[in-house]
């Protein structure tokens, strides 16, 4: 059973086109989260939501537009994509934790959507 | 402002021998320390993680890490490399919160490659 999926695994596309990837979690998390990794094999953080309510939006080019219809699906439309663009997007997801918890969660990642701006 | 630092881009090192990848971070008070890794062509899988109490953690694979205050450090090690551990290693921080959710913060990852 697939805990953090993502679709499509590869897209390809030309500069200006507007495309989307999403991502499910059957994990029953409250969090779900956006990475880009770039050609560097740089993370970061683009945003999270936290039941189905934006928590973190991390300095991001509004062309980009996460959209979580549920707290199981995240995904994120990007338009008028640019060659910058060109990346691994990772989507995670984490259990809250109990207020007044100590501790650290743990992200659950998923496979990774390469996209390659043409 | 939080950073993470892996000073080694690459390392590369024979099957059987030991491994320690270096962390350093940079934060006001201790964060949270999490290790990460990448198989290619994978996401990432998380290896073990710290947050207070003991300061050597035993993660899976084999894997063990020591945060060391006086340093800012939290090093990966292991005592017998296997092929199969060829893949890039993350050290991630995030501020230690009571409840909620993690913001991570990375370093750039450090890859490893194993000789037969």
């Known amino acids: 059973d697939t805990a953090v999926s993502q679709t499509p695994k590869y897209l390809v596309t030309q500069m200006g086109n507007d495309k989307s990837i999403k991502c499910e979690q059957n994990?029953?998390?409250?969090?779900m989260y956006w990475y880009k990794q770039d050609s560097k094999k740089f993370l970061k953080i683009m945003f999270s939501y936290n039941n189905k309510e934006l928590i973190i939006n991390e300095t991001v080019p509004n062309r980009f537009s996460p959209k979580s219809p549920d707290k199981a699906h995240l995904n994120l439309h990007i338009n008028s994509l640019e060659l910058g663009d060109s990346a691994v997007y990772f989507c995670?997801?984490?259990?809250?934790?109990?207020?007044?918890?100590?501790?650290?969660?743990?992200?659950?990642f998923g496979p990774g959507t390469r996209l390659t701006v043409l | 402002a939080q950073s993470v630092t892996q000073p080694d881009i690459h390392i590369t090192v024979s099957e059987g021998a030991s491994l320690e990848l270096r962390c350093n971070y940079s934060?006001?008070?201790?964060?949270?320390l999490f290790w990460y890794v990448q198989s290619p062509g994978q996401g990432l899988q998380l290896l073990l993680k710290y947050f207070s109490g003991d300061t050597l953690v035993q993660g899976i694979k084999g894997f063990e890490a020591e945060f060391k205050r006086s340093q800012s450090s939290f090093n990966l090690r292991k005592p017998s490399v296997h092929w199969s551990d060829a893949a890039e290693y993350f050290c991630a921080v995030a501020p230690p919160v009571t409840g909620g959710y993690n913001k991570l913060i990375f370093g750039a990852g450090t890859r490893l490659a194993v000789h037969p």
């Open positions: 934060y006001g008070a201790t964060p949270y």
């Open positions: 994990l029953g998390h409250d969090t």
């Open positions: 995670a997801s984490s259990q809250d934790l109990p207020s007044g918890t100590l501790q650290a969660d743990t992200q659950y």
